[in-house]
Nanobody, 130 residues
Framework: QVQLVESGGGLVQAGGSLRLSCVVSGSTGSRYFSSYVMGWFRQAPGKEREFVAGVSWKDGRTVYADSVKGRFTISRDNAENTVYLQMNSLKPEDTAVYYC???????????????????WGQGTQVTVSS
C-alpha cells in the first residue's frame, strides 16, 4: 500500500510564503519511497489539474512549470519519506488545491502529465489573497 498525505496549505497574502509537506506511508510506500519520482500538481476551480514541480529519485533532479520557476522549490527527504514544496512570492493565481503524487517503479524521467502518476494525496487548499 502507498498512502500520501499533504499538509501545510492555508490562506496567505500575495507576496507571502507557504511550505507544503507530503508524507508517504504504507507497507510499500515507506519501503520504496526513495525509488519514486515525486510530483506536485495543482487544480484551480474550473481548470484542469496542472503540473507544478517534480523531483527525481535517482539524482535529485528537479523540474518546474514555467509559472512557478524561481519562486517554488521542491525537495525530498528520503529518511522521512517526505517531499516538500516551498512556495515564495505567492500570487493570487497560485490559488488552488495542491496535490502530491508518486510515480513508482524507478521511473526514468519526471513526467509532467498527471496520467503518469500512480498514487495521489487528498490535496491541500492554498489561497492567496490580493
Amino acid at each position: 500500500q502507498v498512502q500520501l498525505v499533504e499538509s501545510g496549505g492555508g490562506l496567505v497574502q500575495a507576496g507571502g510564503s507557504l511550505r507544503l509537506s507530503c508524507v508517504v506511508s504504507g507497507s510499500t510506500g515507506s519501503r520504496y519511497f526513495s525509488s519514486y519520482v515525486m510530483g506536485w500538481f495543482r487544480q484551480a476551480p474550473g481548470k484542469e489539474r496542472e503540473f507544478v514541480a517534480g523531483v527525481s529519485w535517482k539524482d535529485g533532479r528537479t523540474v518546474y512549470a514555467d509559472s512557478v520557476k524561481g519562486r517554488f522549490t521542491i525537495s525530498r527527504d528520503n529518511a522521512e519519506n517526505t517531499v516538500y514544496l516551498q512556495m515564495n512570492s505567492l500570487k493570487p493565481e497560485d490559488t488552488a488545491v495542491y496535490y502530491c503524487a508518486a510515480d513508482t517503479g524507478y521511473p526514468a524521467d519526471i513526467k509532467r502529465s498527471s496520467r503518469g502518476y500512480d498514487y495521489w494525496g487528498q490535496g491541500t487548499q492554498v489561497t492567496v489573497s490580493s
